[in-house]
């Protein structure tokens, strides 16, 4: 029986995951939710991270959403002691503007925002994890992304996990080891139908969905 691995993106944690089937094993990628942060960020150091965290080494499948497709791909290059069977990442951003690394490079640069209440701490997560409109600022996913020091309020997530990088996802793809699936919402301003089926055969479009596909329809995406 295959084990199912969910990773999250960007901003979010693994709660994000909270209506998608058990069993499965989502853990909070490093710098997010309850995970310790790094001296630094690449795919290579999350992966590693992730690997040691995984309870079963052979027979996963992986679905990872944005920066957790990318790790799903590191993963199952067979660097990290993990035996993966498919891979399915969804709305990975595989075109990087040299304007889009500045903004990433001066965001990992920036320190902790504090927040005098809750509320605002809330707002501030939805936004940088993408979740506005698709989560309550009570739902578990944004409680686990919030930290309170003092009485002040800051986001759980280490602003340094921002200057991972652009993913050399032909490399990556070469790499990976086992079935893969690129996927995408309908209208994911992430990437492109073009841009997926330049890089790869198998490209999975979920009509109607947006970036957070995942969130939007998990019946829909848990079935593929």
Same mark, same amino acid.
């Given at each position: 029986?295959?084990?199912?691995? =969910?990773?999250?993106?960007?901003?979010?944690?693994?709660? %994000?995951?909270?209506?998608?089937?058990?069993?499965?094993?989502?853990?909070?990628?490093?710098?997010?939710?309850? #995970?310790?942060?790094?001296?630094?960020?690449?795919?290579?150091?999350? #992966?590693?991270?992730?690997?040691?965290?995984?309870?079963?080494?052979?027979?996963?499948? !992986? $679905?990872?959403?944005?920066?957790?497709? %990318? !790790?799903?791909?590191?993963? #199952?290059?067979?660097?990290?002691? !993990?035996?993966?069977?498919?891979?399915? +990442? %969804?709305? $990975?951003?595989?075109?990087?503007? @040299?304007?889009?690394?500045?903004?990433?490079? #001066? =965001?990992?640069?920036?320190? !902790?925002?504090?927040?005098?209440?809750?509320?605002?701490?809330?707002?501030?997560?939805?936004?940088?994890?993408? =979740?506005?409109?698709?989560?309550?600022?009570?739902?578990?996913?944004?409680?686990?992304?919030? +930290?309170?020091?003092?009485?002040?309020?800051?986001?759980?997530?280490?602003?340094?996990?921002?200057?991972?990088?652009?993913?050399?996802?032909?490399?990556?793809?070469?790499?990976?080891?086992?079935?893969?699936?690129?996927?995408?919402?309908?209208?994911?301003?992430?990437?492109? @139908?073009?841009?997926?089926?330049? =890089?790869? @055969?198998?490209?999975?479009?979920?009509?109607?969905?947006?970036?957070?596909?995942?969130?939007?329809?998990?019946?829909?995406?848990?079935?593929?």
């Amino acid at each position: 029986m295959s084990a199912l691995v =969910l990773l999250h993106g960007l901003g979010a944690n693994g709660r %994000v995951w909270d209506a998608w089937p058990q069993p499965r094993f989502a853990p909070d990628l490093p710098g997010h939710g309850s #995970a310790a942060a790094l001296p630094s960020y690449t795919f290579g150091s999350m #992966a590693a991270a992730v690997a040691e965290t995984l309870p079963v080494r052979r027979g996963v499948v !992986i $679905v990872g959403h944005s920066l957790g497709g %990318v !790790i799903a791909l590191e993963l #199952a290059s067979g660097r990290y002691g !993990i035996d993966v069977d498919r891979v399915v +990442a %969804v709305g $990975v951003k595989v075109a990087w503007s @040299d304007d889009d690394l500045g903004r990433a490079a #001066a =965001l990992a640069q920036k320190p !902790i925002a504090w927040f005098d209440t809750r509320e605002d701490a809330a707002a501030r997560f939805l936004k940088v994890s993408g =979740l506005q409109g698709l989560a309550d600022p009570s739902d578990p996913v944004v409680e686990h992304g919030l +930290a309170e020091v003092d009485g002040r309020w800051r986001l759980a997530m280490d602003p340094g996990t921002f200057g991972v990088g652009a993913p050399d996802m032909p490399k990556l793809i070469a790499d990976c080891k086992a079935d893969l699936v690129l996927a995408r919402g309908e209208h994911d301003p992430m990437n492109t @139908d073009d841009q997926l089926r330049a =890089l790869h @055969d198998q490209v999975v479009v979920y009509p109607g969905l947006g970036h957070n596909a995942h969130v939007e329809d998990a019946d829909l995406l848990s079935t593929r």
